[in-house]
């Protein structure tokens, strides 16, 4: 909860910031307030506290969320540092991204369902604005005004299910909602069961699994490049973090009703992210929809629904998320250089800049799920989670597609090192991106090596 | 505290009289004014000018804000009447609770102020 | 008996409004439909016993929302009268998606006639009880809400706000 008022906090102060014109020292303050929160949170570890009549519940799942997401969102500023240089909006860019985090970190902990309607709605809204932040650039408008009308939508969805389940419950707590299907269980009335499907659509397009993922291509194109990597990483994994959270506690015991469509979801999932990846010309397009198709991944989560799910599910998000920055770093210093998304952009950048190409490199094969990185392990205790409760045909399919995977990961790496572009003149990097890029480097393999000890947590 | 459905009664005669009073002048001013109706009657006056156009053009931002921005202050006045009426019920951390609230949106209020997003230049 | 009355009568004019502003061509007309649905749910709100809430229903959606519906209206510029064409497949794919989804509505309300709802405060709706649930149980959520007013202040004034070079 501190970790909450601490961003809230933070919000606010970049606000002042623009009335009292300090705007120029706001960033490094943010920095060290996003390690604040992280170690904030990290205090509250195994202490499980309640708080506001049961508003929020920051167990141990909702620390390391919390965690995780403060950590990304520390890798995320670096990452744009140069980019709110140019721009001449940074207070608004900064208030809003922390407003979003606010609604983020609701989100993972949230143990209300009035709460988890005001962390999606908190942080969406920013995002729409931040979708359109390029207002003289009509992609980005197209991708703000698409993502607003399905966002609202999905949203209607959302509420009209949470409304039906209050109706039959009395109540918005998870924990009394599970309590009343346990006690009514034989007899609940179909109003309850259709809620929770009405909620699970809206979840599930706020994950973008198919067929509700018609939105991420376009919006992830158009959106300023950092604004991408905000949505494929940070919102990604608070919107499966409270999908997960939802089902986990409070409609855990009625699989029978949801299972089978999650299940349907999943494979649609994989197959439409995985195969529609594969002929994309534009990098930025194609790491959307590899973003999909790791939604795809993480259901296998939600249909495993066991005690390995919710450590499995935090360390897959922890893998994407870093290979994620890695490879949106990359991508923006070479949009910098060459105003060129396209994959032609990275040929030869194994000898323009090695160093790059290797931390490119290192992202695609964490994403793609080679061996040594994280994104392996992360892969390999979903699979095993789902094992555990017999799922085998949607561990054999998410198997394949990952094969599939691998082909479009592996297009980027042969541009850098077996084709030579055009342009042959060496790439720079900055400091801070430089610094960025070996942490996140460090992390993909620490993971890896001590993947053990992530997956205990939880 | 249950209310009867009389106790609208008030409510709904503002209502016809409201409707009425609109209905009614429509119709009176149609019944009493002479109806001559001829070209030069509904011809712009010799001081006017031609209109020209259309009324519905697309016209600036600058009063959408303007409007998005009351709606939000509006609904924020809004959480005040509840408030209001149990004010000496929730006491002290009542008034604590609005006070943030309202700090927030008064912080929001001087963000707008400095952008100078309400200056019609 | 009265009340039984007057719920159909409200139901009526809200469907009946709420089935115009889909039909009607003239997007002029639907935001006036729009207001009549919201003033019948108003009425819904009444019939309730939740003064409150219909009193602000009426300002703040009828009253200000509808506003800026007019405003986007006028913005759009809709002089001509050209709606893109849309594929028949669409609006069969359309059609059907929300067909299925009006049977499961229908019946799932059906199937729970006889369902026994929890009942709550009958009062719960006036003014002096919705505060004090608002500010003791749901207190989080109202200072979050105040976070919310200011995402979309910020928000307004970043997209609405000409930029000063």
């Keep these: 909860m501190k970790s909450l008022i601490l961003l809230s906090g933070l919000g606010v102060l970049t606000l002042l910031s623009e009335i009292f014109n300090f705007k120029r020292k706001i960033f490094p303050v943010v920095l060290l307030g996003l390690l604040g929160t992280i170690v904030l949170s990290a205090m509250y570890w195994n202490t499980n506290k309640h708080y506001f009549n049961d508003m929020m519940f920051f167990d141990n799942y909702a620390v390391a969320f919390t965690c995780l997401i403060s950590f990304i969102a520390f890798a995320w500023f670096l990452l744009s540092q140069n980019y709110f240089n140019e721009e001449t909006n940074l207070t608004d860019h900064f208030a809003l991204i922390l407003f979003a985090l606010v609604g983020a970190v609701i989100m993972v902990s949230y143990q209300n369902m009035s709460m988890l309607f005001l962390g999606i709605e908190t942080l969406s809204l920013s995002l729409y604005v931040l979708a359109g932040s390029r207002k003289n650039d009509l992609h980005s408008n197209e991708a703000a005004l698409k993502y607003f009308l399905m966002g609202a939508f999905a949203t209607g969805f959302l509420l009209f299910g949470i409304a039906l389940i209050y109706g039959v419950t009395g109540s918005f707590n998870l924990q009394t909602i599970a309590n009343y299907i346990t006690l009514n269980s034989g007899n609940i009335p179909a109003l309850f069961y259709t809620g929770v499907l009405l909620m699970m659509v809206g979840m599930a397009f706020k994950i973008s699994a198919a067929p509700f993922h018609f939105w991420a291509p376009d919006v992830y194109q158009g959106s300023p490049l950092v604004i991408t990597a905000f949505m494929a990483t940070i919102v990604k994994t608070a919107a499966f973090a409270a999908f997960f959270r939802l089902f986990f506690t409070c409609f855990s015991t009625i699989e029978s009703v949801w299972g089978n469509i999650i299940f349907v979801m999943a494979i649609l999932t994989l197959a439409v992210g995985n195969i529609t990846a594969t002929y994309q010309e534009s990098v930025k397009r194609m790491l959307a929809y590899s973003s999909i198709a790791h939604a795809g991944y993480m259901l296998l989560a939600i249909l495993a629904m066991n005690k390995f799910s919710a450590g499995s599910i935090l360390f897959y998000t922890a893998a994407y998320s870093v290979a994620s920055i890695t490879a949106f770093t990359v991508l923006s210093i070479i949009i910098n250089k060459s105003n060129n998304e396209a994959i032609d952009a990275f040929n030869g950048l194994g000898k323009r800049n090695p160093f790059l190409a290797f931390a490119m490199t290192v992202a695609m094969l964490s994403l793609a799920g080679i061996p040594p990185m994280a994104g392996f392990f992360g892969k390999y205790y979903l699979f095993n989670a789902a094992l555990q409760s017999g799922q085998t045909t949607i561990v054999l399919v998410a198997v394949l597609a990952s094969l599939v995977g691998v082909y479009y990961y592996f297009k980027a790496i042969i541009a850098m090192y077996f084709k030579s572009g055009s342009d042959s003149s060496p790439v720079e990097v900055s400091f801070i991106h430089k610094l960025l890029l070996v942490l996140t480097l460090v992390l993909i393999f620490a993971m890896g090596l001590m993947s053990d000890f992530v997956i205990r947590l939880l | 505290m249950q209310s009867n459905l009389y106790d609208y009664l008030p409510i709904l005669l503002m209502f016809i009289v409201a409707g009425g009073f609109v209905g009614g002048t429509m119709f009176v001013t149609h019944k009493l004014g002479p109806q001559i109706k001829s070209k030069i009657k509904l011809d712009t006056f010799e001081c006017g000018i031609e209109s020209q156009g259309n009324a519905r053009i697309p016209f600036s931002i600058k009063y959408f804000l303007v409007a998005i921005l009351f709606v939000l202050f509006d609904v924020e006045v809004i959480f005040m009447y509840p408030w209001a009426v149990n004010f000496k019920e929730l006491g002290l951390f009542g008034f604590i609770e609005m006070l943030t609230f309202m700090g927030f949106l008064l912080l929001g209020f001087f963000y707008i102020l400095k952008k100078g997003a309400l200056k019609w230049e | ?165």
Aim: glycine share 6%; aromatic share 12%; proline share 3%.
């Design chain 3, 1 to 165: 008996m009265m009340i039984k009355y007057i719920f159909y009568f409200l139901a009526f004019v809200s469907v009946f409004s709420a089935l115009m502003v889909v039909v009607s061509k003239n997007p002029v007309h639907c935001v006036l439909y729009l207001i009549m649905c919201f003033f019948s749910i108003a009425g819904h709100y009444v019939l309730l016993n939740a003064q409150f809430l219909a009193a602000v229903h009426v300002i703040v959606y009828a009253g200000a929302i509808m506003v800026l519906f007019l405003f986007v209206i006028m913005l759009l510029n809709l002089n001509t009268q050209s709606e893109p064409h849309k594929s028949t497949w669409l609006k069969f794919a359309a059609a059907i998606t929300s067909g299925l989804l009006l049977v499961i509505l229908v019946g799932t309300l059906k199937g729970s006639e006889t369902m026994v709802m929890p009942v709550g405060n009958p009062n719960a709706g006036l003014i002096k009880n919705l505060g004090n649930t608002l500010f003791k149980d749901f207190l989080l959520p109202f200072e979050v809400s105040s976070i919310l007013f200011l995402v979309a202040m910020v928000g307004a004034v970043m997209l609405g706000k000409k930029e000063i070079k």
